[in-house]
């Protein structure tokens, strides 16, 4: 580990000065666009279930917790102009009162945390990346279900905003935990030689 900027990206394609920010900002349109197609692939309502989670996770993880939060920002940004980045046809700002935006405010908290968590490197390990994916899907439930809870009250809230959802958050994050130590054996391999 680096430091705290030690970030997967930076150790991938380094970061020098100016250039790091034509970078990032490119790395923030491709992050909004694995986000929009992420939020494409979807099962059930009024919550859908999608890839989004593991999409969020896996960018605050790869890209840090500034680029992380900023390209979730961004893609929420792009929701409220009215871009179709969401699940389902609906964007623009009435969607931010829906049943999801409880879940999207999670997005922006989890990219920041778990981008911080691995800056540090606890996703470098199956077992510390497993801590981080879990940490970050924990916070995501969290203000998912209170919002859901002001609007449906606390059972329903539960019932449609988590109960459905055990399987495949415990996919995404054995995946993601799978995935991030074998990106960072991959990038040190190819630094050695």
């Given at each position: 580990?680096?430091?705290?900027?030690?970030?997967?990206?930076?150790?991938?394609?380094?970061?020098?000065?100016?250039?790091?920010l034509v970078r990032d900002a490119g790395l923030a349109l491709v992050g909004t666009g694995l986000l929009a197609l992420s939020a494409k692939v979807q099962v059930g309502f009024p919550v859908p279930m999608t890839l989004q989670t593991l999409a969020v996770l896996v960018i605050g993880t790869t890209f840090g917790w500034?680029?992380?939060?900023?390209?979730?920002?961004?893609?929420?940004a792009e929701g409220l102009a009215g871009l179709p980045v969401f699940a389902g046809a609906v964007a623009g700002p009435a969607y931010f009162?829906?049943?999801?935006?409880?879940?999207?405010?999670?997005?922006?908290?989890?990219?920041?945390?778990t981008g911080f968590l691995a800056?540090?490197?606890?996703?470098?390990?199956?077992?510390?990346?497993?801590?981080?994916m879990s940490l970050g899907h924990l916070v995501i439930f969290v203000p998912g279900y209170a919002w859901l809870a002001t609007l449906f009250g606390a059972e329903k809230a539960y019932l449609v905003g988590i109960a459905p959802f055990y399987a495949a958050t415990?996919?995404?994050?054995?995946l993601g935990a799978a995935l991030l130590p074998a990106a960072w054996a991959m990038v040190e391999r190819a630094r050695r030689t």
């Open positions: 580990m680096r430091g705290a900027t030690a970030t997967l990206i930076n150790e991938a394609f380094g970061q020098k000065g100016r250039s790091s500034r680029l992380g939060a900023a390209t979730v920002l961004a893609y929420l009162m829906g049943p999801t935006a409880g879940y999207l405010a999670g997005f922006v908290l989890a990219a920041a945390l800056e540090r490197g606890y996703t470098k390990s199956v077992l510390g990346a497993l801590a981080v415990a996919i995404k994050t054995g």
